[in-house]
């Protein structure tokens, strides 16, 4: 039996397993694909917080890929892609298939298992451009060679698919919208693991049972965000909790972002699943690989990132990025682009943290008399 489900990524209601339930309270992240480096310390934060047991070594709940040749597991997204056929848009309505809508036969929900060799190549494509670079070629703008990180970890969807495929109905969600595996009830089916289609359920043999990422529930409900955020160098991740698509808050962070700027998009929405990690493009890709990824809003989306100097509170927003390892709940922003300032409040209200909207240039004298050394870098 199936129900009719809103999904507001594709602008359309779809089947889904369960009664519709939309959580006034969701965990959300945003990534910043232009700014991420693949220092991987992200994913190394992950590990060593909950990942560095006996039977996890294949195991990354956080990991950050080269697009467009990179994934882990091998193959996670084009194996599906391939199953699911032509994903149809018509503006922004989505009129094909869901993998809710398409299962295979036997099936509740169109996936696959992957070998577990598909685990063991988690940098596999690092660094790998689009096409060969052909002898006497330079760089053009755009780029006629371009690859791009895409930072990856459990999106805690509005309508997962672990939920709805587990027999054991042991993965369910908190009322803050961070979807877990309950270890007691899993029996190691990994019937999550076939369904989710972005493969973050993953199942460790040494326990039988499957695992993955929890939004790091014990720092969130210390009002923290999460390991991966607060470890990030490259200041590319945000955390912290989105409203419901129909009264988004104009001074909520991730809403903002997400629904009024729109510069933040989900990770290929059509699989349906309604995912709350967001992206905002990279600006250097094809407007086609990008629609492919982050739907037909993705070329709109660069634009605005493009122009966001002309939208204060976008700026200061962009600018509080890894600003502190405290959940921003609201934002407001103060003065104009050279001297203002934009600043992070807590749940209650009070000020956590304040940036500028524009960092300071500091220019030093190429000779330090009193040191009596020459600097190279001066700014």
């Known amino acids: 039996m199936t129900y009719k489900a809103y999904n507001w990524q594709i602008g359309r209601e779809m089947d889904y397993k369960y009664p519709s339930k939309r959580h006034e309270k969701q965990v959300a992240w945003i990534f910043d694909t232009n700014k991420c480096i693949a220092c991987q310390t992200c994913t190394i934060a992950c590990k060593n917080a909950w990942t560095s047991g006996k039977g996890q070594e294949f195991m990354f709940w956080n990991n950050?890929?080269?697009?467009?040749?990179?994934?882990?597991?091998?193959?996670?997204?084009?194996?599906?892609?391939?199953?699911?056929?032509?994903?149809?848009?018509?503006?922004?309505?989505?009129?094909?298939?869901?993998i809710f809508e398409s299962p295979s036969f036997g099936e509740e929900i169109l996936g696959f298992i992957p070998d577990e060799e598909d685990y063991t190549y988690p940098n596999i494509g690092e660094?790998?451009?689009?096409?060969?670079?052909?002898?006497?070629?330079?760089?053009?703008?755009?780029?006629?060679?371009?690859?791009?990180?895409?930072?990856?970890?459990?999106?805690?969807?509005?309508?997962?698919?672990?939920?709805a495929a587990c027999?054991?109905?042991?993965?369910?969600k908190r009322d803050d919208g961070?979807?877990?595996?309950?270890?007691?009830?899993?029996?190691?089916?990994?019937?999550?693991?076939?369904?989710?289609p972005y493969k973050k359920s993953m199942f460790r043999s040494h326990t039988g049972n499957s695992e993955k990422c929890i939004s790091c529930y014990p720092a969130i409900e210390n009002d923290k965000q999460t390991q991966c955020v607060q470890n990030c160098i490259g200041k590319i991740r945000m955390f912290g909790f989105?409203?419901?698509?129909?009264?988004?808050?104009?001074?909520?962070?991730?809403?903002?972002?997400?629904?009024?700027?729109?510069?933040?998009?989900?990770?290929?929405?059509?699989?349906?699943?309604?995912?709350?990690?967001?992206?905002?493009?990279?600006?250097?890709?094809?407007?086609?690989?990008?629609?492919?990824?982050?739907?037909?809003?993705?070329?709109?989306?660069?634009?605005?990132y493009k122009k966001a100097t002309e939208d204060m509170n976008l700026i200061g927003l962009l600018?509080?990025?890894?600003?502190?390892?405290?959940?921003?709940?609201?934002?407001?922003?103060?003065?104009?682009?050279?001297?203002?300032s934009c600043y992070g409040y807590d749940a209650d209200g009070k000020e956590i943290i304040k940036v500028p909207l524009k960092e300071p240039i500091v220019v030093r004298d190429v000779y330090d008399g009193q040191r009596d050394v020459h600097r190279i870098s001066i700014s």
């Not at 961070?178 to 989710?196: H, M, N, P, S, T």
């Open 167 to 172: 027999p054991r109905k042991a993965i369910y």
């Open 319 to 340: 600018m509080l990025f890894g600003a502190t390892d405290n959940i921003i709940h609201s934002f407001k922003v103060e003065g104009d682009l050279d001297s203002g």
């Open 178 to 196: 961070i979807v877990l595996i309950d270890q007691k009830r899993c029996r190691g089916y990994q019937e999550c693991v076939r369904a989710c």
């Open 127 to 163: 660094d790998e451009v689009n096409e060969a670079v052909k002898q006497g070629e330079f760089i053009k703008v755009p780029h006629n060679r371009w690859m791009f990180y895409l930072a990856r970890i459990c999106n805690h969807c509005t309508y997962p698919a672990c939920v």
């Open 64 to 98: 950050v890929e080269t697009k467009p040749w990179g994934f882990y597991p091998l193959g996670w997204d084009v194996r599906l892609l391939e199953k699911l056929g032509t994903q149809k848009w018509r503006g922004d309505r989505y009129v094909g298939d869901t």
């Open 242 to 304: 989105i409203s419901p698509p129909d009264a988004p808050r104009e001074d909520n962070p991730i809403d903002y972002l997400v629904h009024i700027a729109k510069i933040a998009r989900p990770l290929y929405p059509q699989f349906g699943t309604e995912p709350n990690v967001y992206y905002i493009p990279p600006i250097h890709v094809p407007e086609d690989f990008n629609r492919q990824l982050f739907g037909p809003g993705a070329n709109e989306a660069v634009e605005r």
